[in-house]
């Protein structure tokens, strides 16, 4: 007997599609040009990947995870959270947050999520400071956190004060205050005074400050991580990556630093099961070999630092930068910069005030490359 054919989908109609809610219609999803070109220096990557013998460790510790993939994942990752503490405390002179005071999730886009989740919401206010990293009013769009924004200082420093951030939190009355350091899009580290300033702050009001230092360990000697404040502030969390110093943004794994009570909140929010067998296995092996992986960091310090005065003897403006990038002014119209880079298989990013740009620090043939070809494309 002949096989009837299935039945058709009926095609809707645009206006019979479901509605989004408020603040999604119409709304990009967030994402930087994922490009073939021969330089890609516009995500703050690191262009030191892991070294053949390390990618074999890393394989390695897959396929014993894999074994065991049939079931659940360790739900709190207390193995991983106890190793990042180890990890902090010799790379910030602190000593070891104890594994409660630590938690990991998929990057630290993330982390901040469930942090806008536990302490945001419906009536209540996040206060960030422009330019800023551009996911912070989408973290808040996403949880109904109402979004407000002050100021940092002019260019080319972008600098924050304590007075200018206390001013703004008296101002907004905010629940929770998101400062960066070193901040993208401009590379500008925070003084320690300015921190101490937004926790007392928000003290009486029980609100919460994150300091996000996806980019802290590209700043350079001397300059002290948020960290060091833990102990005198219980409404203080750090926020950290492995995506960019440890050259993982591949295996998405952020965490945050805070008091357990506030890691408790979060592990409310945080959906069943977040953290995978496998993500878990690779950061692991990846902390146990964190000497390779963060063996490159003082050299693209000392690329950033010679990019720097490269592009300010040519002229150019050029932020202080104690991350792995340099936000730069154009001398001419931006976007013609921009697709004159790319016409020369170099691609960077157009993003934070106008006129301005900013380029990752690649290898020393990437950072040539990006040289050679600014000469040209935004000549003098």
Do not use: C
Request: charged fraction near 20%; hydrophobic fraction near 45%; aromatic fraction near 6%.
């Amino acid at each position: 007997m002949e096989a009837m054919p299935a039945n058709p989908a009926p095609t809707l109609e645009p206006s019979a599609l479901p509605a989004p809610r408020d603040g999604i219609a119409g709304a990009a999803p967030y994402g930087a040009p994922q490009l073939e070109v021969a330089h890609a220096l516009n995500v703050n990557e690191n262009p030191y990947g892991p070294s053949p013998e390390l990618a074999a460790a890393i394989g390695a510790a897959v396929t014993e995870a894999a074994v065991g993939l049939n079931r659940y994942p360790d739900r709190e990752a207390l193995g991983l959270r106890t190793e990042l503490g180890e990890f902090l405390a010799a790379e910030s002179g602190i000593p070891a947050p104890e594994g409660h005071a630590v938690w990991p999730a998929n990057g630290s886009n993330e982390v901040m999520h469930q942090l806008l989740l536990a302490y945001g919401g419906p009536g209540r206010t996040a206060l960030g400071f422009t330019p800023h990293y551009s996911m912070y009013p989408e973290y808040a769009r996403d949880t109904y956190t109402d979004w407000v924004t002050a100021e940092r200082g002019p260019a080319p420093d972008f600098a924050l004060t304590a007075e200018a951030v206390t001013a703004a939190i008296a101002a907004h009355h905010p629940s929770i205050v998101v400062l960066t350091s070193p901040n993208n899009p401009t590379g500008t580290a925070l003084e320690l005074e300015v921190v101490e300033a937004a926790a007392a702050a928000l003290a009486p009001s029980r609100g919460l400050l994150v300091v996000d230092e996806a980019y802290g360990e590209f700043r350079r000697d001397g300059v002290p991580s948020a960290l060091t404040l833990l102990p005198r502030h219980p409404n203080l969390v750090v926020t950290r990556t492995m995506s960019k110093a440890f050259a993982l943004a591949g295996a998405r794994l952020g965490y945050l630093v805070a008091d357990p009570a506030i890691v408790d909140t979060v592990r409310v929010v945080r959906l069943p099961y977040h953290l995978s067998a496998v993500t878990q296995a690779v950061a692991r092996t990846a902390l146990a070999h964190r000497e390779e992986l963060l063996g490159k960091v003082a050299l693209l310090r000392t690329e950033r630092d010679a990019l720097a005065a490269h592009l300010r003897s040519r002229g150019h403006e050029v932020a202080p930068s104690d991350a792995n990038f340099i936000l730069f002014r154009s001398f001419t119209d931006r976007d013609a910069v921009f697709e004159a880079l790319l016409a020369r298989s170099v691609l960077v990013r157009a993003v934070g005030p106008a006129g301005w740009l900013r380029v990752s620090l690649g290898t020393a043939e990437d950072n040539a490359a990006f040289r050679t070809a600014l000469e040209e494309a935004d000549p003098r």
